[in-house]
Antibody
Framework: QIQLVQSGPELKKPGESVKISCKAS????????MHWVKQAPGKGLKWMGW????????TYADDFKGRFVFSLEASASTANLQISNLKNEDTATYFC????????????WGQGASVTVSS | DVQMTQSPSYLAASPGESVSISCKAS??????LAWYQEKPGKTNKLLIY???SLQSGTPSRFSGSGSGTDFTFTIRSLEPEDFAVYYC?????????FGSGTMLERK
């Protein structure tokens, strides 16, 4: 079955970097886009952008341009999210989610990766 | 950005009842509206996309309607497993935006 398994919780200090992984299984990785979604504590969902897994091209929402990088290890069916120069407001759960073909909706989700930024 | 206003934020109902959730877009998004379910300990689930299309595996008691700026999500005859948080999402244009969520609690 389709699964997206994300890396574990992270505790970081302001200014540090973090890399979150999302390993896909149960389907052909490069046939589907991968989206990233942020959920701050007690808040709703915020779309960060997506990456075309076939050509590796990322698209970022404006609020996530600069410190956020989507990347791939296609041979390992893995998508990554790297956040640099962490700020307190980056404290959140980050979800990877597979894009449904032909639609900008997300038809399979990871379990979420918690990132806590605290000095 | 397209603002999605979802209401109510909280809803209490009993199994067997029917409930509806509203989602209003700040501009015309045609029928590019999806609904998701969030439950503790489970991954988020896509239920409906393009306004009214049921995602594979979504039970027929779930339905979506609307176009333009006004959309409705309905669960007919609630089952015990339906108590969850529901979000709408517009998939018409970047950046894709979500409603603030509706917590459906068992009365």
């Amino acid at each position: 079955q389709i699964q997206l398994v994300q890396s574990g919780p992270e505790l970081k200090k302001p200014g540090e970097s973090v890399k979150i992984s999302c390993k896909a299984s149960g389907y052909t990785f490069t046939d589907y886009a991968m989206h990233w979604v942020k959920q701050a504590p007690g808040k709703g969902l915020k779309w960060m952008g997506w990456i075309n897994t076939y050509i590796g091209k990322p698209t970022y929402a404006d609020d996530f341009k600069g410190r956020f990088v989507f990347s791939l290890e296609a041979s390992a069916s893995t998508a990554n999210l790297q956040i640099s120069n962490l700020k307190n407001e980056d404290t959140a759960t980050y979800f990877c989610a597979r894009g449904k073909q032909g639609r900008y909706v997300m038809d399979a989700w990871g379990q979420g990766a918690s990132v806590t930024v605290s000095s | 950005d397209v603002q999605m206003t979802q209401s109510p934020s909280y809803l209490a109902a009993s199994p067997g009842e029917s409930v509806s959730i509203s989602c209003k877009a700040s501009k015309n998004i045609s029928t590019y509206l999806a609904w998701y379910q969030e439950k503790p300990g489970k991954t988020n689930k896509l239920l409906i996309y393009s306004g009214s299309s049921l995602q594979s595996g979504t039970p027929s008691r779930f339905s979506g309607s609307g176009s333009g700026t006004d959309f409705t999500f309905t669960i007919r005859s609630l089952e015990p497993e339906d108590f969850a948080v529901y979000y709408c999402q517009q998939h018409h244009e970047y950046p894709f935006t979500f409603g603030s969520g509706t917590m459906l609690e068992r009365k």
